[in-house]
């Protein structure tokens, strides 16, 4: 079992930056990548951003592209999210997850574990 916990959401006016973190714990061992997914109200959980737990594999959407860096500290367990020049569309809450095996990593259906999700919100 995975256990996630994030933080680092909050709010910051456009053109702004945060960074969000994800703790993971149990059994880390496990892990094949992370992710990072945003929910808005009234829309559909989005992929963001995916990063292999071992290798330097990364994967943005269009979206983050540019503007968005994931990476990760295996030491600690622990996969960031850079966000920078923020615009309001960015607003959203965000989600860190977890994924054990090889499959789709763009996709919420593909991650195993999830945590409790961090609330960004951008100003104009």
């Known amino acids: 079992q995975v256990q996630l916990v994030e933080s680092g959401g909050g709010l910051v006016q456009a053109g702004g930056s945060l960074r969000l973190s994800c703790a993971a714990s149990g059994r880390t061992f496990s892990i094949y990548a992370m992710g990072w997914f945003r929910q808005a109200p009234g829309k559909e959980r989005e992929f963001v951003a995916n990063i292999r737990w071992s290798g330097d594999s990364t994967y943005y959407s269009n979206s983050a592209k540019g503007r968005f860096t994931i990476s990760r500290d295996n030491a600690k367990n622990t996969v960031y999210l850079q966000m920078n020049s923020l615009k309001p569309e960015d607003t959203a809450v965000y989600y860190c997850?977890?994924?054990?095996?090889?499959?789709?990593?763009?996709?919420?259906?593909?991650?195993?574990?999830w945590g409790q999700g961090t609330q960004v919100t951008v100003s104009d």
């Open positions: 997850a977890a994924r054990l095996g090889v499959g789709p990593l763009a996709t919420p259906r593909g991650y195993d574990y």
